[in-house]
Every structure is written in structure tokens, then in C-alpha cells.
């Protein structure tokens, strides 16, 4: 996808930008920034911004049918009312929250809220992932992977997509609906890992399906968007002003503006001054729209 018109959504630049939601009721943009403790809203059409500080690292965020949303924070799960501002603790965390936090999260096509965990020491697999569902939460499975990233669905509701960004791996799940099980099925595709190598892309990051079912994923430190096939085929690949994009979201009325979040955190300044766009939010239009994200229920 050669020249590509690039827009910035929000000139604040971000510490951690993730898990961008497109809310269709309201028709805006949603974001946590994950370092500087804040859940994010901007309406395009108008620019207003609003920003809600969080007492612990937020990373990801559901709507509910009362348009509230559910945050999951390092502490726990937090419901936060986007008109009043009030917050209401849901459910604590269940990990040492000490060397693990809550990651990327996304609601499965029955409205249950998928969150996986990041192991910070990174020194083995211990990441787990976790399922929200009716405000009570499970263990889906412990293990495996290390930095929990990259989920989605395909549009028959059959396949959950999953990435371990440490392990620059994206895999593909069987997927139970009814019983909100996943079971790994195979790996889709693992990238280059050497960072000194000229295969060197990036690592998968956020990701999110449109509506022909294609998986697009961010690719952290390789400047990059990519649009695989269900199959893992390459597809399309978009190159963009700033080296770290942490995640996506379809949005606009049309659900063909791809909003797409970064990160400057422990970015160099010689990378800043690279990438003018670093921690920026940004905006770019496709050809085939995205989905309607489903409603967390409660």
C-alpha cells in the first residue's frame, strides 16, 4: 500500500498508546496509554479530547451496553463511568502484581472480555490469559508465551488469533463460542527475532480483523503494519512515520479509518527526532472496512 495518506488523531504524543476501541454509539476514539496511567477518548469529528487518570497501568478496554467501559489495570478490573467520571473497582488481580500486569484485551464474540497477561521479567514463558465474564474471571490456560498480545476472531466465530510479542510468534487458536474455550490449533506464522538480522520487521503487537476476515498486526519496532490472509499469507504491508506502533482499531462511520496507537517510552532521542511521530496517535484510510467490536456483557 504505497502513498498512504497518514493523519494524526491526538497531538499528544503517548508513553505507552494501546488497545485503540471504536465506539460506534458515540463515535469516538478510545485509548489507554499504559505508563502514563491514563484511559483516553477523542471525537474526530471535533477533536475534543478527554482523559481519565487510572490508579495503576491501564491496557485494555471493553464498552458495556450502558456505555460504561471495563478497564483492566495491573491492580484489577475497573469499571469507569465515561459520563460522571466515577470509577468502581470489579475485581482484583490475580497475579503478583509485582512482575505481572494485565496486557492486551479484547471482547470474543459472546461478549466475554479476553485479557492476557505481560511475566515482566521475561526471563521464561509464565504469561497467562485470563476471561472476564459477567464481572467474574477465569483462567483460560498459564504459559506459553510471555507478552499476551495480538487477539482477535475470525468472522465465523471458529479461530482465535494470538501473539506472544516476545517470542515473535502469532498463533491460531480452535475456538468453542458456546463455552469460550480456546484450544491451540497450529502456529500462523513466526517472525525474525535477531534484531541485527536483515530479516529484522518488528514484533507483533495489537491486531484486529476487518470484514473479510484478513488479520492486520502492528509491528513494534518495524515501522510497519501488516495485513495477512486467515492462512498467514503476507497480504499488504504499510509502512508508517514512527518505528514502535503498538496496536489498532477499525473506525469512522464506514469502519474503514484504521486508527493505529504508538509508544515513546525508552524510545532514544535519536529515534525521536527520526520519527517526529513517536507515541503519536494516527489515522489512515482502507479499502475494506473493519468490524463492529461486541459489547462486554455483563
Request: net charge negative; hydrophobic share 40%; with cysteine.
Amino acid at each position: 500500500m504505497k502513498n498512504v495518506k497518514i493523519e494524526v488523531v491526538h497531538d499528544e504524543a503517548m508513553q505507552v498508546g494501546e488497545c485503540p476501541l471504536w465506539h460506534d454509539v458515540e463515535s469516538a476514539l478510545y485509548w489507554v496509554d499504559i505508563n502514563g496511567l491514563t484511559v483516553n477518548r477523542v471525537h474526530p469529528a471535533s477533536g475534543k479530547f478527554t482523559s481519565w487518570k487510572m490508579g495503576s497501568e491501564p491496557s485494555a478496554i471493553a464498552a458495556d451496553a450502558d456505555n460504561n467501559l471495563v478497564v483492566a489495570t495491573r491492580k484489577g478490573f475497573v469499571r469507569l463511568n465515561t459520563t460522571s467520571g466515577e470509577m468502581e473497582d470489579i475485581c482484583p488481580a490475580p497475579y503478583d502484581t509485582k512482575q505481572v500486569r494485565f496486557n492486551d484485551g479484547r471482547v470474543d464474540p459472546m461478549g466475554r472480555f479476553w485479557v492476557g497477561t505481560m511475566y515482566e521479567p521475561r526471563d521464561k514463558p509464565a504469561a497467562e490469559m485470563y476471561v472476564f465474564e459477567r464481572d467474574q474471571l477465569r483462567l483460560a490456560w498459564s504459559g506459553g508465551m510471555t507478552n499476551s498480545n495480538g487477539l482477535a476472531w475470525s468472522l465465523d466465530g471458529r479461530c482465535m488469533f494470538h501473539a506472544d510479542t516476545t517470542s515473535h510468534r502469532i498463533d491460531l487458536y480452535d475456538f468453542d463460542a458456546e463455552a469460550g474455550q480456546a484450544t491451540l490449533n497450529r502456529n500462523l506464522v513466526t517472525f525474525a527475532a535477531d534484531k541485527n538480522s536483515a530479516d529484522y520487521g518488528g514484533r507483533p503487537d495489537g491486531a484486529a480483523v476487518d470484514s473479510e476476515g484478513n488479520y492486520w498486526i502492528a509491528m513494534f519496532e518495524g515501522a510497519r503494519l501488516l495485513k495477512l490472509s486467515p492462512t498467514g499469507e503476507l497480504l499488504r504491508e504499510v509502512q508508517l512515520p514512527l518505528r514502535c506502533p503498538t496496536a489498532l482499531a477499525f473506525g469512522g462511520t464506514d469502519l474503514r479509518t484504521l486508527y493505529v496507537t504508538s509508544a515513546s517510552h525508552g524510545r532514544s532521542n535519536a529515534e525521536k527526532e527520526q520519527y517526529p511521530l513517536t507515541g503519536k496517535v494516527l489515522a489512515l484510510r482502507v479499502d475494506v472496512p473493519g468490524l463492529v467490536q461486541p459489547e462486554y456483557v455483563r
